[in-house]
């Protein structure tokens, strides 16, 4: 499993670093000069974390071409599996916590059924399948830190009447911002994946 993660990892989480360093100079952007805060630093310094140790784009291919086509899918298929099951498990009084865990289980489901029909598509033109790489490696980015997201807020609930119940009634807040406004993004990639990426394999290199 920690083969299959790692294009995930190295891609989706320095992906969205940037996304969050960005929204950071927006966030400060009405202070005035925007160095006064700092924020900028952040964007510069993350920017290559997308480009060194293999692109983003490299790191897709490596998830679809080496970590799906090595056992045809059998270690995502595992993980997959795993989630489900790890969410389904976990019950909670708490209207929130199961908010999140039924997004998350309906962005595993859309996991699941994308990643059927890709490796459908590679196995008949996988030029096609290859073509949508980077939307399947921020798939699983999405979906697995949903499934994170939805057990550590279970964890919280079980903890929020503790001495520390701020720290945890704000894990329960993260991930149910998470789930309404961050998770849907899946349902998007999932359905970019199940199209295939003929618009992409079929256009003449000239004209990209």
């Known amino acids: 499993r920690g083969e299959l993660l790692t294009p995930v990892v190295k891609g989706w989480c320095t992906e969205i670093g940037n996304e969050v ?59 997959i599996a795993a989630m489900e099951r790890e969410l389904r498990s976990r019950e909670s009084g708490d209207p929130a916590v199961l908010g999140v865990r039924e997004a998350a ?17 590679l196995a008949s033109r996988p030029e096609v399948g290859l073509a949508v790489s980077v939307p399947y490696l921020k798939l699983c980015g999405y979906v697995i ?4 997201l939805a057990k550590s807020a279970a964890i919280a609930a079980a903890k929020v009447d503790g001495p520390e119940s701020a720290f945890y009634a704000a894990k329960i807040r993260t991930a149910a911002f998470y789930a309404a406004q961050v998770l849907p993004t899946a349902a998007a990639l999932a359905r970019v994946v199940e199209g295939g990426g003929a618009s992409v394999a079929e256009t003449d290199a000239a004209l990209i």
């Open 105 to 121: 289980l309906g962005a595993v489901a859309a996991l699941k059924s994308a990643t059927q029909a890709l490796q459908r598509t």
């Open 145 to 148: 830190g949903g499934w994170l």
């Open 21 to 79: 360093a960005a929204t950071g100079v927006q966030v400060h952007g009405g202070m005035g000069y925007i160095e006064e805060t700092g924020a900028a630093q952040y964007v510069r310094d993350v920017r290559i974390t997308t480009i060194y140790e293999g692109t983003t784009g490299i790191q897709g291919n490596d998830l679809i071409g080496r970590k799906l086509g090595r056992d045809r899918g059998a270690a995502i298929g595992e993980l």
